[in-house]
């Protein structure tokens, strides 16, 4: 076979059937596409010239004679070391060195050279574009043709409003990222039309917003005409106080969507129809400034599900993307090339680790949805959990987002944290100021949503005073309708245990995120059946179950934590409203301390709020504000000098640092659990497929990284093309009742590791 196409031109791909993708096409379909992403945020001129030179490389005569011989997928992947393999070096040279883009040309090399293996460092990168070899290879590809791309007049001034500022060099990070997510999403759609074209063929941008508007106004409508009937006929599952509010929230929802574009808050009690209301909202605002599609980012996936199963039956399935897998590869293959998520849906409903992974990440299977972020309402359901040492970088790119990008930003939660500038410190060093100067909520206080969706009292303990698990389990023996919400797993374990004995039975429930989901979701319909039957239900667990999980008791036990995960709790007491009386929160000190960090320092700051005063209301959004502020107080806000890493450029190393899971709980581990096994067997046969990937979900826990790493040497867990797994014949330390028993594994010690 030829190094050129039949007609004596550069190929940029061939496939194993002989087709060829001439390279002059390429370049072209992936500069006007790259161009037409980058025009919303005013950088299109940018973009093109970027997917221009994006594979000048492959102009080389190395690069044309290594693709007749590895045709397919493979011969696309760049390989460290193997020049004949580096296509993207010669464009980011081209760039960095070009008159017309002065110090701009870097940043266009940047997203070129990374274009396959990720952003760099800017050391890494001058480092690589000063090698002689690279030299060399960026003369062949001149002398192998690519004269043809650069005759092309680069943008003569800058359009992108950030970089006109007199700080501009603190927002190059986020335009380079920007620029880079339009070449990696071009060019990975023109290489799929290629490779895939029946793949291509069946993208689709799905349906208008002002379509999807009109849907969940008629809904709505729907839902307020049943509940008007069941109350007329006596049927109502829900007070009619309740909707009245939620109504209220609806038109509150609907007015605010005209205020200007910027950052809001949406406070709504559990019970309060938060999901549909920051829907409402966003639709309305979408609408009135022109903005494209909307972003809901939830940290837990039982609520993505839920949430996005909800969005389904009102929108349809075209309209909504459900985005987030715990099992996606890290390095770039010949499958991720091909099939990436892009975000290219009016409704995304992602997780905030993706969405976060996406803004910090430098790989560009994680990158190349950021271009779609632009022009975009993000709702970030329950804020609070966003971690107080990544909370300066988190708020100061939010900032700029709704700032360059004509981003809207809603912060949707019952226990709303401080982000206003004025609660929050400045960052120690530098002296920046972090947070929102103005957030403006969305649901006024005259609404008095709380005050009048009241459905439970907290019974505070001694919060000096540590009550013995022993006593605690007694009394959950004595309650038949009762939650106990603990801090660590092993405590949960312990708990369930101590109860089994004061009963003599062991028909107490648990639930731990050491229980895959698939057998999270057996305790759920266990639960639910029992409830049905009207037979006792006592349920110990760990925080797991505080959001997202639609459990309702009549009393809930939780240990002393910080103030938002007590209202967290609060919200699975009485949650529909059907007891007599309020249900009870009972707070007590437990024997165990909390996980180090900031599950510790929150239960700090609790006490001292206590110390201080009369016990929170936790039905009011007024005492959160008070213990974020302290709580945002004691905390390092850039504790991994990120802001720094970004203002310097080092794309690689704020990847590596940005970590939205502090606990070390951040390792994927399927379990061969009822169908996990017929799956891996599946796994095992084949390559593996998103299909796969997204079913085995189901089937995984997160453990220690260093922890599954020792597994892995004593061959307790097996990798299987990638997915880690553990070995059927270890299924000893998986609990039908408790999940994952570590200490059961036998060989590596588990001990020193807060379960």
Not at 401 to 430: C, D, E, H, I, W
Not at 521 to 542: D, F, H, N, Y
Not at 715 to 740: N, P, W
């Amino acid at each position: 076979m030829s190094s050129h196409s039949l007609s004596g031109r550069p190929l940029a791909h061939l496939d194993e059937s002989g087709n060829e993708h001439l390279l002059i096409d390429h370049l072209r379909e992936v500069a006007a596409l790259a161009e037409e992403f980058a025009e919303p945020f005013g950088s299109g001129r940018w973009a093109y010239v970027t997917g221009l030179w994006h594979d000048l490389g492959k102009y080389a005569a190395g690069f044309q004679r290594m693709l007749a011989t590895a045709n397919g997928y493979a011969a696309h992947i760049e390989s460290d070391g193997v020049d004949e393999r580096d296509h993207s070096t010669a464009g980011a040279i081209h760039a960095a060195h070009h008159a017309k883009l002065g110090g701009l040309g870097k940043q266009i090399a940047f997203a070129v050279a990374g274009h396959h293996a990720g952003l760099s460092d800017k050391s890494d990168l001058d480092e690589r574009l000063q090698r002689p070899n690279k030299q060399q290879l960026y003369e062949c590809a001149l002398r192998g043709g690519g004269a043809d791309v650069l005759s092309v007049t680069p943008p003569e001034t800058l359009t992108p409003a950030g970089l006109k500022a007199e700080d501009a060099k603190r927002f190059l990070d986020l335009w380079t990222r920007m620029i880079f997510s339009a070449l990696c999403d071009a060019d990975f759609l023109d290489t799929e039309r290629f490779f895939q074209k029946e793949k291509a063929e069946q993208r689709t941008q799905g349906p208008e917003l002002c379509e999807l508007d009109r849907k969940l106004a008629s809904y709505m409508e729907l839902l307020e005409q049943k509940s008007y009937e069941q109350h007329c006929h006596k049927q109502a599952s829900e007070p009619r106080e309740v909707n009245r509010v939620r109504r209220e929230i609806r038109l509150a929802c609907e007015q605010s969507a005209k205020k200007p574009k910027g950052v809001f808050s949406l406070t709504v009690p559990t019970g309060g129809g938060k999901t549909l209301a920051a829907m409402t909202f966003a639709l309305a605002h979408a609408q009135e400034h022109g903005q494209r599609r909307v972003i809901v980012a939830i940290p837990y996936t039982s609520i993505i599900e839920q949430n996005a199963k909800v969005y389904r039956d009102v929108f349809g399935e075209d309209a909504v993307l459900e985005h987030h897998s715990a099992l996606e590869p890290d390095k770039e293959t010949p499958r991720t090339r091909i099939a990436g998520d892009n975000w290219d849906a009016p409704i995304v409903v992602t997780t905030t680790v993706q969405l976060f992974e996406s803004l910090f990440g430098n790989r560009p299977s994680v990158c190349r949805k950021l271009h779609r972020m632009v022009g975009s309402v993000i709702i970030l359901d329950e804020a609070q959990t966003l971690p107080p040492a990544l909370l300066a970088p988190i708020l100061d790119m939010l900032d700029q987002l709704v700032r360059f990008y004509s981003v809207s930003v809603v912060f949707s939660t019952a226990t709303q944290p401080a982000f206003l500038q004025s609660r929050l410190p400045k960052l120690a060093g530098n002296g920046r100021q972090i947070g929102f100067a103005n957030i403006e909520e969305i649901v006024p206080s005259d609404v008095r949503a709380f005050e009048r969706l009241r459905r439970t009292r907290t019974v505070w303990g001694d919060a000096e005073k540590a009550t013995p698990y022993t006593t605690v389990a007694q009394e959950l023996a004595a309650l038949p309708d009762v939650l106990a919400i603990v801090h660590r797993r092993d405590d949960a374990r312990m708990l369930c245990e101590l109860v089994d004995k004061e009963l003599g039975h062991t028909e107490s429930l648990h639930l731990s995120a050491l229980m895959c989901p698939q057998h999270r979701s057996l305790v759920l319909s266990q639960i639910k059946e029992r409830k049905s039957l009207g037979q006792p239900v006592r349920l110990i667990a760990t925080q797991l179950v505080e959001a997202g999980v639609d459990l309702d008791f009549a009393v809930v036990y939780r240990t002393l934590a910080g103030l938002d995960s007590l209202a967290q709790a609060a919200g699975r007491c009485n949650r529909e409203g059907k007891l007599p009386t309020l249900g009870e929160l009972r707070v007590f000190r437990a024997e165990t301390q909390p996980p180090p960090g900031v599950p510790r320092q929150a239960m700090a700051v609790t006490i001292e709020l206590l110390r201080s005063g009369s016990p929170p209301d936790l039905q009011q959004a007024e005492p959160f504000q008070s213990y974020f502020s302290r709580l945002y107080s004691v905390n390092n806000l850039d504790a991994k000098e990120i802001l720094s890493d970004r203002d310097a450029l080092r794309f690689k190393t704020v990847a590596q640092k940005f970590q939205l899971i502090e606990d070390g709980f951040s390792a994927p581990l399927v379990i061969p659990f009822a169908n996990g096994h017929h799956l891996l067997h599946e796994l095992r046969k084949t390559q593996p497929s998103r299909r796969i990937l997204r079913q085995l979900q189901r089937y995984t826990i997160n453990v220690p990284t260093s922890l599954r790493d020792v597994w892995l040497k004593q061959q307790i867990v097996e990798d299987i093309h990638g997915v880690i797994a553990l070995r059927g014949e270890y299924m000893k330390a998986y609990d039908d009742r408790f999940g994952l028993v570590p200490a059961r594994m036998g060989i590596a010690d588990a001990a020193s590791y807060c379960f």
